[in-house]
């Protein structure tokens, strides 16, 4: 593709946010380059849960359908690569792919996701996306009446214990150490009937890489388990945004860096747009939907202002 075309908006990420905001632009006729490595956080879970129209539906179903969708309109161009850096012009943004090759593009919207760190225990990796998951909303239906706990040693540990108890009348929280809760939130958690266990936790284990059956305690003790939660905490997976005109972060109890947005998804740098988990906001699919529809949207009216030194 010859360098020279400039496009009306690169969105960076095809996940939920990026084939949502690139619908609504096709829709408002305006050309999208999207450029997307196909590597999905949710693409680990069985299915999708809370979404009209895509409940109890695969992922990878999902964003097949959402890409079909989106190309009968004719207006965006699909790159499988991965952006790994990019400039500010004048008047437009060029970004590079890790296959060498460079976009231009007047708008850019990053929505490429994060990454998700999670504590250092043995086993919750090859359970990812199943019987350990992080969205009590995107997975509780599929646990409920299990026997469930909660691995979180943040103060929000005892938040997530609750609202899990709305899908089963027996969970633990494990908090993998001394807990500092307040009283009353010890209180809180006694009356829902939720047990806290803070001795270090080392492992889960399961007889298959999809199912639970325990938690394994530092000192080799264990406490049976079907489903966990965890705690998460969102980083950004590349450098990019630091070569984009270094956009403002912020940090907060999901996320360590996500990208500051305003009410029309607009970063701190003129032209860049954000969408979805690279926010910072809560990750899930319907989320990050509504946040690239309404990404689209701003961007459309961004596009309506003439070029710099028109």
């Given at each position: 593709m010859d360098v020279s075309d400039v496009w009306d908006c690169a969105v960076v990420g095809g996940g939920a946010a990026g084939l949502s905001a690139a619908l609504v632009l096709s829709r408002a006729r305006r050309r999208v380059l999207l450029v997307d490595a196909g590597g999905q956080s949710n693409l680990a879970s069985l299915r999708i849960g809370g979404v009209l129209g895509a409940d109890g539906m695969a992922p990878a179903e999902?964003?097949?359908?959402?890409?079909?969708?989106?190309?009968?309109?004719?207006?965006?161009?699909?790159?499988?690569?991965?952006?790994?850096?990019?400039?500010?012009?004048?008047?437009?943004?060029t970004l590079t792919t890790e296959g060498g090759e460079e976009f231009r593009g007047r708008t850019v919207l990053l929505a490429a996701g994060m990454e998700y760190r999670y504590p250092d225990v043995i086993g919750l990796t090859e359970r990812?996306?199943?019987?350990?998951?992080?969205?009590?909303?995107?997975?509780?239906?599929?646990?409920?009446?299990q026997v469930l706990g909660v691995l979180d040693s943040s103060?929000?540990?005892?938040?997530?214990?609750?609202?899990?108890?709305?899908?089963?009348?027996d969970v633990t929280l494990f908090?993998?150490?001394?807990?500092?809760?307040?009283?009353?939130?010890?209180?809180?958690?006694?009356?829902?009937?939720?047990?806290?266990?803070?001795?270090?936790?080392?492992?889960?284990?399961g007889p298959?890489?999809?199912?639970?059956?325990?938690?394994?305690?530092?000192?080799?003790?264990?406490h049976p388990i079907t489903s966990l939660l965890v705690q998460t905490r969102l980083h950004q997976r590349s450098g990019l945004t630091h070569t984009l005109g270094r956009p403002e972060l912020v940090s907060?109890?999901?996320a360590v860096d996500?990208?500051?947005?305003?009410?029309?998804?607009?970063?701190?740098?003129?032209?860049?747009?954000?969408?979805?988990?690279?926010?910072?906001?809560m990750p899930t699919v319907l989320g990050a939907m509504a946040a690239g529809g309404a990404a689209g949207s701003a961007i459309v009216g961004e596009l309506t202002k003439p070029p710099v030194g028109q």
């Open positions: 999902f964003y097949a359908r959402s890409r079909a969708a989106i190309s009968r309109y004719g207006y965006v161009e699909f790159v499988s690569d991965t952006v790994i850096s990019g400039r500010n012009g004048e008047s437009d943004f990812w996306g199943r019987s350990v998951f992080h969205c009590p909303f995107c997975h509780g239906w599929e646990v409920q009446d103060p929000l540990g005892p938040h997530r214990a609750l609202l899990l108890r709305a899908w089963s009348d908090t993998n150490g001394p807990a500092g809760f307040a009283p009353e939130e010890f209180a809180q958690l006694t009356a829902a009937g939720i047990a806290v266990d803070d001795r270090p936790v080392t492992a889960v284990q298959t890489t999809d199912s639970l059956e325990s938690i394994v305690f530092a000192d080799g003790a264990e907060n109890p999901m996500g990208v500051k947005v305003d009410e029309r998804s607009a970063s701190t740098v003129p032209g860049l747009f954000a969408a979805g988990d690279v926010t910072g906001t």
